[in-house]
C-alpha cells in the first residue's frame, strides 16, 4: 500500500481521482457536485470537507453499486445543520485521525474501499459513527426512487396485502 503525501489531498488530486471513480468531488466554495454534474450538494453549516467525508462514509457504510451518488447526498444533507455542526466536525476530525494513525492524511485520502472500511471498524463503537450509521438506514432506503433498485415495491396495505401482490413469486430461492 502506497502512503500518501504529508500535504495531504490536492484539489487536482481529489478531482482526478473522482473522476476516476465516479464518485463526488469539491468543486467549490460552500458545494460538493458530481464530476459529471449531474447533481451537487450545498452546504451551509459544515465544511465541504465534511460533507464529502460524510458522502463517502455513507457509501462504504451501505455500499450499493447501484445507487448513485446523489442519493447518499440526499441521506446525509440533515446532517448540515447548525444543531449537528459541532457532533460533525468532532465526528469527522475523529475519524479522520483514525485515518491517521492507520498512515492516511485523512478518511477521503484512503484510496481503496477496504482502507477506508478498515478505518471505519476503528471508530465503530463510537456514538457518531451509530448516529450516522442508523440515520442512513431511513435517510438512504426511504426514498421511493431507490426502491425499484432492490426490488421493494412500496407499501401493500392500499393495493390490498402483500399476499394479492406477488407475495410467493420468488425466485430467487
Known amino acids: 500500500m502506497s502512503q500518501p503525501s504529508k500535504q495531504g489531498l490536492t484539489r487536482r488530486a481529489l478531482l482526478s481521482r473522482a473522476a476516476a471513480a465516479g464518485a463526488m468531488a469539491v468543486a467549490g466554495a460552500g458545494f460538493i457536485a458530481a464530476p459529471d454534474a449531474a447533481w451537487a450538494v450545498e452546504v451551509s453549516a459544515i465544511s465541504e470537507h465534511e460533507m464529502a467525508t460524510l458522502l463517502q462514509m455513507a457509501r462504504d457504510i451501505y455500499p450499493h453499486d447501484k ?103 420468488i425466485d430467487w430461492l
Not at 479522520?96 to 471508530?123: C, K, M, N, P, T
Not at 450516522?132 to 393495493?159: A, C, D, H
Open 67 to 169: 445507487v448513485g451518488d446523489r442519493f447518499y447526498a440526499i441521506a446525509v444533507k440533515g446532517y448540515d445543520a447548525e444543531d449537528h455542526k459541532a457532533e460533525v466536525a468532532d465526528g469527522i476530525a475523529a475519524l479522520d485521525a483514525a485515518a491517521q494513525a492507520a498512515g492516511f492524511d485523512s478518511y477521503l485520502a484512503a484510496g481503496w474501499e477496504a482502507e477506508r472500511v478498515a478505518i471505519l471498524h476503528s471508530v465503530e463503537d463510537t456514538a457518531f459513527f451509530q448516529t450516522v450509521r442508523g440515520g442512513l438506514v431511513t435517510g438512504l432506503y426511504n426514498q421511493k426512487e431507490i426502491w425499484p433498485i432492490f426490488g421493494y415495491q412500496g407499501e401493500s396495505f392500499s393495493e390490498g396485502g402483500y399476499v394479492n401482490r406477488g407475495f410467493d413469486d
